[in-house]
Every structure is written in structure tokens, then in C-alpha cells.
DNA sequence: TATTGTTATACTCTATAACTATA
DNA sequence: TATAGTTATAGAGTATAACAATA
């Protein structure tokens, strides 16, 4: 065995130590969505649309981290709002493709400062190269692959 | 400005990619809990108590990443549950002092393998050195101050 | 048969305010 | 006046299964 069975101190944790340190930074990002009145969920949704435009709501829920059902309900208000659109797919008529709206937009735009003076905190306290380091290394473990176990001594 | 008015990529954004990261990592997690019947927040409850010992409630919902109100109704559960035992403070009688069980030990004991295999695998993908140096960065990331602004250009 | 999405349901967590008791 | 915790309540998300439509 190359490890003990012991349980590791929380803050070497990795699912501990990432929600503390979202923790940290969601504290005024939430501030700023309760003035606007939309949840995380629908910020998160919000912004994957802006990022990769009509796309259909599997790839959402994956991107925004949010089960189908969930989802349903929630684009179903964010249509009411005004701040997304929908509509059927002609070649596969199972599918749903949704976009997000100048409305949509527009919110997004008139909160971007609030992410960029964020982001200069961040970056101000911990240093470019680290917080560039903490993105990459963020985006390697999203990719790990858990479904195979570990080679067994 | 050294900073442009824009949104960064979502995979460039902090929360996002430490929500996303998370992810991937709580879905065998998740299998595991689901067995034995706890939820995260629960399982966050009995890892910080498992830490730090016996501890008031306000100590528990700063680590363990959950609300007063929530933590109370769920530590009144665990209580039944059989995983907590909770005793008033003599000298301030307004807090709670809360301790872990031999049952709510016994359940780490029990699952320790689950989160030592997982974590092997994920420094088997990932590398020791990154490994580390991720769990630096969110330590360092979790102690950031966002209540100042930033130096403005 | 598998996939995409919806609906229904039960449960849980979140967020806020109001409240009690204590310091 | 401030702090520790509880209670109440409304809202929202999570998880699961069952379902419809389509491929």
C-alpha cells in the first residue's frame, strides 16, 4: 500500500477545498446577482449561452453543472423573463435549442465590471502566475478520468 | 485599465471551473454516500467534527461551508440519527457544543477507502507535484480578502 | 432500443427575517 | 447592544422514476 487508510484533513481535501475557496469568491458575486434578481443557476446558464451560443439543453446541463429536470424548469422561467428563447430542432424533433437574448446579453454586459474587479482582487492578492497556474491545474482535474480504478499495489 | 471590459471564458472563470472541477469529483462520491444514506452536507458535518473535535455551531457552518439555520435542523437529525450528540457550554449558556459519535466515526472509518482510492487516482492522473500544488492554491485562494477593491488605474 | 426532453414527486438546501436567551 | 442559536417560511435546487416523442 502506498497510502494509509486514514482520512485526509479537510482542508487537503479536494471537494472540501474547492467549495471553500468558491466559497470565498461567490460571496460578492452573489451580492451582485441578488440586485439583479437572477440565481447562480441562471447566471451559469446565462453565461454558457454567451460563450457557445444555440446550443440544445444536454450540453447545457453539462457545462452549467445542472441535472435535465432542473434545467426544464428553470429555462422555462428564464423564457418568461425574456432572457433566453427556444425552439424545436427541424432535423431531430427530439431536440431543443436554446439561445440567449439582447436581454440576455445585455445583463451580462452590464454586470461584466463586477467580475472584472473581482478578478483584479484575486489576481492583486495571489499573484498572475499563480492564479493562471490554479486555472490550468483546474482545468486538468476536470478532465481526470475516475470511472477506472487506480492500479492496485 | 489593464483590464478589458469582457467576460473571461467559463473555463478561465473561478467559480465556474472550481464548480465544474467539484463535479467530477462528487459523482463516485456521491455513489458512495447515497449507500450509507448521507447527504454532502452531512458528510461535510461529520468530516469537520471528525477534525476539529468538539466545537461550537458557528465553527461547524464556517467550515463545513453551510448556514446557521440549515446546520441547526440538520444536526437535529443527526442527533436522532445517532451520528452527533450536542451539550450545552456552561459558561456562555448560549452555544452549542457539538461532538461526533462512535457511530459517526465508525461511518468515516467505514468509507475512508472509498475517498483514499479516489484520491488516488486522481494523483495517479494528475501527478503528486500537481496534486499539491492545487491543494496550495486553493488554500491560498480561500484566504483571499474580496472585501477591499482593488488598486484602480 | 437508445436518446432527448418533460413531468411529477419527495426531499433537501438556501435565504431571510423574526425571535429567544444570554452576554 | 451584540452574539449564538432556533424557528418559520418561501423559494429553489436535487434526485429519481415514469413518461412521451423521436431516432
Not at 453543472?65 to 433566453?84: A, D, F, K, Q, V
Not at 502566475?129 to 499495489?153: C, I, M, R, T, Y
Amino acid at each position: 500500500m502506498t497510502h494509509d487508510e486514514r482520512l485526509l484533513s479537510t482542508s487537503r481535501t479536494l471537494p472540501i477545498a474547492l467549495l471553500r475557496a468558491r466559497e470565498t469568491l461567490m460571496v460578492p458575486i452573489r451580492d451582485m446577482l441578488h440586485e439583479i434578481g437572477l440565481t447562480e443557476q441562471k447566471w451559469r446558464i446565462l453565461r454558457t449561452l454567451d460563450e457557445i451560443g444555440e446550443v440544445e439543453q444536454s450540453t447545457i446541463a453539462q457545462h452549467a453543472c445542472l441535472l435535465l429536470p432542473s434545467l426544464t424548469r428553470t429555462l422555462r422561467r428564464m423564457e418568461e423573463e425574456g432572457y433566453i428563447t427556444r425552439r424545436g430542432d427541424a432535423s431531430d424533433r427530439r431536440k431543443t435549442f436554446v439561445r440567449i437574448t439582447p436581454k440576455g446579453e445585455a445583463i451580462l454586459a452590464g454586470n461584466v465590471s463586477t467580475s472584472v474587479r473581482l478578478y483584479a482582487r484575486v489576481e492583486e492578492q495571489l499573484g498572475r502566475d499563480k492564479l493562471n497556474q490554479l486555472l490550468d491545474l483546474l482545468e486538468d482535474l476536470q478532465a481526470v478520468d475516475l470511472s477506472k480504478p487506480a492500479s492496485q499495489d
